[in-house]
């Protein structure tokens, strides 16, 4: 049973944001120090990429550990409550960016994945997007 009211869990979970994470900025700000240029959001691609490098024909999706399932990340947890009605959302999620990656790789684009626990440790991070998208050691 949810401690809190509906209305209450209702108002918190709206404030989920779904663009322009700490996350997202976060490796945005890593690829711009990188020179990369980038677009954001583009809603005519599969799957809505958050970060998009059309010179490049890549794509990055900026994803969380929780609601995007990370195997074997602590992040990845399950609620006690309603455990049932989650592990439909996730699965969904799961299968939705499955096939908007499948989708943007017929479509002949590169897709990167980024999970929220990797920004962690920062330079790790940047070490392996450089590595992925070609840049040459500064």
Known sequence: MDRLAA?????????????D?????????????????????RRDLPGTPDI?????RTVIFVHGCFWHRHQGCSRASTPMTNPERWRLKFERNVARDGEACAALHELGWTVLIVWECELKNEAELENRLRDRLGLADS
């Open 7 to 19: 209305s209450t869990r209702s108002a918190l979970m709206s404030r989920v944001k779904q663009v």
């Open 21 to 41: 994470t700490a996350p997202e900025i976060q490796v945005r700000r890593i690829l711009h120090r990188n020179g990369l240029r980038f677009r954001l959001h």
């Open 52 to 56: 998009v490098l059309p010179a490049r």
